[in-house]
């Protein structure tokens, strides 16, 4: 095989690569066009980690052996495996944190539900819960979320924390935004633990 046929190949090789990327990434953004976030508003950002206040939220959430079993529940309830069979729109983020031989997920509903409107699981395996509104305090990273990387970012989650004197009331979680297709490079991943406000408060004050 001769240089110039060597060097088609590869030319041809690359723009197969860079049409499948392309192709991939535009199939993420349509995905995720239009999907609702679970609202907040900046209190302020102390060492590269934001603190946010979030409002009263409902989500629905299942402890399972795997977290492809928790998310085929879960999607199930939004899907209309409900009282009521009513489709529940997708939103962004979901939730997951470890549990004892599995993990807890939840997906958060849109935010017209109410705890009073939102849909009853048929599911006796899967709840809803009504979170009040609280602070959290955020480190947002991309790629992927492998449990080394997670315990990681917690652990400069904390430190950034203990730093700054702000008092965590929570376990930390992890929140993934994406589709399971979403390019690497595109995703966005946060780690939060809930704060104690007036920490927060004092903090900020003497930054």
Known sequence: MNLSTKAKLVGGAVGL????LGAWTIADVVATRGVERVPYTRVGEIDGVELRR?????????????QGTAFRRLFRYIDGSNEGGAEV???????????????????????SYTP???????????????????TMAVLTFSWWTPALRVRQK???????????????????????YDAPFTPPFRRTNEVLVEVDSESVRRALHEN
């Not at 690569?17 to 499948?20: F, L, M, P, Q, S």
């Not at 979030?54 to 795997?66: D, F, H, I, L, N």
């Open 154 to 176: 917690e652990r400069e989650l904390q430190s950034v924390l203990d730093d700054a004197g702000i008092e965590t009331i929570s376990e930390p979680v992890l929140w993934r």
């Open 116 to 134: 009073e409107t939102a849909p009853e699981p048929t599911n006796d395996a899967v709840e809803l819960v009504v979170d009040a509104p609280r």
């Open 17 to 20: 690569g860079v049409g499948a």
């Open 54 to 66: 979030y409002p009263e939220t409902v989500r629905v959430r299942t402890t399972a052996p795997s």
């Open 89 to 111: 729109s997708m939103t962004a983020p979901v939730e997951t944190d470890d549990a004892e031989g599995g993990v807890t997920m939840s997906f958060f509903l849109p935010s």
